[in-house]
């Protein structure tokens, strides 16, 4: 599936428009694509995705942050409409 990158910036060197991922979790409405995988655990990246748009970047439980933020990760689609 690929997705759109809320938080591209052409000032960075490793930051993409849009991302592809394979298999994303599913939880509360959010597709969750383990993007960068490592054996620490703080290592590890997750894009959590809405609607085709990714509206955060996550070490940790991605799990956990959707509990937290889900709103404001809703806000995020609409913020960034505004650019």
């Known amino acids: 599936m690929k997705y759109r990158n809320l938080f591209y910036s052409s ?4 930051s993409k428009e849009f991302y592809e991922g394979e298999n994303p979790k599913e939880y509360k409405g959010f597709k969750i694509f ?9 290592r590890n990246c997750y894009d ?6 990714c509206v ?3 070490v940790g439980s991605p799990e956990k942050t959707i509990d937290e933020m889900g709103e404001r990760l ?3 689609i609409e ?3 505004d650019f």
């Open 56 to 58: 955060g970047m996550y």
């Open 79 to 81: 913020r960034s409409k």
């Open 11 to 14: 000032t960075y060197q490793d």
């Open 48 to 53: 959590i995705v809405l609607n085709g748009v």
């Open 74 to 76: 809703k806000e995020n």
């Open 34 to 42: 383990h993007r960068i995988i490592s054996k620490y655990t703080s």
